[in-house]
C-alpha cells in the first residue's frame, strides 16, 4: 500500500467491509509497541474526538478571554 504526497492511503474493501467503515465514518491510528492499528471510532465516542483536539490550540486566550469574545462583552 503506496502513502501519497498528502499523507493518504486507500482502505482496502474487505478491510472497510469488516470494520463498518462507510464514506464519511471516523477512523483512528492506535499505537503501541507492535505498530499501528486502524479503528473505526463509534460516532457517539466523545473521548476520542476530546483526546484528537488535546494540545492542538495555537491562541494564547483564556476561556474567560475566549467565552468574553463569543458573548461579544467589550
Not at 464514506?23 to 457517539?44: I, K, M, N, T
Amino acid at each position: 500500500m503506496r502513502v501519497t504526497s498528502k499523507g493518504q492511503v486507500t482502505i482496502p474493501q474487505r478491510v472497510r467491509e469488516r470494520l463498518g467503515i462507510t464514506p464519511g465514518s471516523e477512523v483512528d491510528f492506535r499505537l503501541d509497541e507492535a505498530g499501528a492499528r486502524l479503528v473505526r471510532v463509534d460516532p457517539g465516542d466523545g473521548q476520542a474526538l476530546v483526546a484528537r483536539m488535546r494540545g492542538r490550540a495555537t491562541v494564547p486566550m483564556s476561556t474567560e478571554e475566549i467565552m468574553a469574545l463569543t458573548r461579544g462583552d467589550d
